[in-house]
């Protein structure tokens, strides 16, 4: 799938080993030590910082939120996101590294981030990029991979333009999550792993005959441009994952001419394919390999827009994140695909090909499964799961789990 992202698209700084607990000030003003949780007790909720007025952790309006759900605030575990109360808007960014200690060493199954900067720093961690877009995360359900444990943002209740209607939209979050049981992964999966690069034309051409043999499969290419009418545009790569008993496989490969006469066998094979915004697909296997794809299955792009009408809630780095947990896996080619010049060619010739390989192949893996959950939502293929996505039951028994 071709991708420009903004020349000013903000990446996530290298990860801190430490906090900077000099670097906003609020500690010279703390009148409280320091608050470390030291066993787990409940459900783990994430807020901005401690309050200033009392000796704790959390304001009165949270706790008359838990407590509208039967839920004391002495039955749960709160972490503050900023360790020192106070109005700094970095200073989550020089605590996070206490935080994230402190969630790892109680290891719980739930976390719950309620307001901004939470998010922000539990977000920012996970995904390893910026938040961005702040109300396009709340009330989601993110199963985290790298602390297997399901993520439920919540704003603040009533900081949005109709209070009524935030505050019974947060309600329910919470609820949702106060309710919800166990751990998304009994394995956790990786994807990067999965993804087999080869160079082999024998090789290329027996899996693409075994993926064109599978009941469903997702391909995905990596191009020079947007438009493939344009002089010089070229496909540059290609990856597609299917499944094999229940488990994902996936190659990627440099495209050439050597392998397209097995890839235009796999584009006009039985399996029903799945993409991200396959109009893009679709078109540039019509224009370079004069073949219409047989049985598209799903698009993920239009099935998200159906879902959550929101604005930047449709691209596939941000649902392998949202929905599958899978940390943002772009940094490597993320700048290569920004525009060079204003013919409008990305810098996609620059590229280590093992790192668009491994990019362009977990990008099929995401639409694989991110595919095969909104099916199973839908109603279709509901006798099809993925290894790699978690617990189905979580799914059929809807929002609880079950």
Known sequence: MFAFLSPQAAIAAPRKIGPDCTACGLCNKCKYPKQSPTRLNGSVLVVDSPDDKIDGLIDEKIQYMLSKHGVSIYNCTVVPASSCPGDNPESWKHCQPMLIDTLKRLNPDKIIPIGKYANMSIIDYLWQHPMELQDRWYGRRIPSRELNAWVFPIGMAGRLKNYDVSTLQHYRWLQHALRHKGRPYEV????????????????????????GASSLSAFDYETNNLKCTKPGAKIYSASVAW?????????????????????RLYLLSPSHKIAANLKFEDRWSRHFYGVEVRNWAWDTMISAHIRDPQMGVVGLKFAAFAELGVPFYAKAVSKLFETESADGFNMIHKADPQDLLLYNGIDSLAELDLGILQMHEAGRFKDVWSSTLPSQHYYTCGELGC
């Open 188 to 211: 956790v999966p990786d994807y990067g792993p999965m993804v087999q690069i080869l160079r082999d034309p024998k090789e290329i051409a027996s899996a693409l005959a075994e993926a």
């Open 243 to 263: 499944l094999h008993k229940g488990t994902p496989k996936c190659v990627a490969f440099m495209m050439n001419d050597v392998v397209s006469g097995p890839w």
